[in-house]
T-cell receptor, first 108, second 113 residues
Framework: GQQLNQSPQSMFIQEGEDVSMNCTSS?????WLWYKQDPGEGPVLLIA???AGELTSNGRLTAQFGITRKDSFLNISASIPSDVGIYFC????????WGAGTKLIIKP | DSGVTQTPKHLITATGQRVTLRCSPR?????VYWYQQSLDQGLQFLIQ???????AKGNILERFSAQQFPDLHSELNLSSLELGDSALYFC????????????FGEGSRLTVL
């Protein structure tokens, strides 16, 4: 079946640092989405991308839909403590396929 | 608050038992999805209902079943429980049947002892 490769698996960063994570697939998708899951909560949609090459921002978050339609990345600028959590990418055509998640941890 | 309500929030039971998890979707949403998340694992899609009908099936065990009622709430039934069924079970909802934009509940944490 379809699979998404999300990397890195986890990141230890200092507050204030920029963060970058990505997802790749062997299949093309019509939509790429990024979700965030806070500890003990359900995932929340951060950004949805609908067009190849599209670059979309949501505050300090920026995501891009790769022009091959097989990848997407998410950047977080100037990280703050509340950015900790698990970030999931997901690709959608007729079904929704999820990445394994990137766990963001801020070093004290 | 996503508008998706799941009950119970926590459930502890024994192996071999049966439990029912309940989900009320956001007002106006016709699709309901069930996901399983084991400790430090990703999201495993179980099943989707749209307007009362099963629309898509993922890796749902035969011991598990679900349904969506006319008022659009959904129940996930887990039977003959095993230790490995301990997990967070999430319900999500969406307006349409074919979208990636889901709204998740806070989950039901099941512990099987």
């Amino acid at each position: 079946g379809q699979q998404l490769n999300q990397s890195p698996q986890s990141m230890f960063i200092q507050e204030g640092e920029d963060v970058s994570m990505n997802c790749t697939s062997s299949s093309i998708f019509n939509t790429w989405l990024w979700y965030k899951q806070d500890p003990g909560e359900g995932p929340v949609l951060l950004i949805a991308l609908y067009k190849a090459g599209e670059l979309t921002s949501n505050g300090r978050l920026t995501a891009q839909f790769g022009i091959t339609r097989k990848d997407s990345f998410l950047n977080i600028s100037a990280s703050i403590p509340s950015d900790v959590g698990i970030y999931f990418c997901a690709g959608h055509d007729y079904q929704l396929i999820w990445g394994a998640g990137t766990k963001l941890i801020i070093k004290p | 608050d996503s508008g998706v309500t799941q009950t119970p929030k926590h459930l502890i039971t024994a192996t071999g038992q049966r439990v029912t998890l309940r989900c009320s979707p956001r007002s106006g949403d016709l699709s309901v999805y069930w996901y399983q998340q084991s400790l430090d694992q990703g999201l495993q899609f179980l099943i989707q209902y749209y307007n009362g009908e099963e629309r898509a099936k993922g890796n749902i065990l035969e011991r598990f079943s679900a349904q969506q009622f006319p008022d659009l709430h959904s129940e996930l039934n887990l039977s003959s429980l095993e230790l490995g069924d301990s997990a967070l079970y999430f319900c999500a909802s969406s307006v349409g049947a074919n979208t990636g934009e889901l709204f998740f509940g806070e989950g039901s944490r099941l512990t099987v002892l």
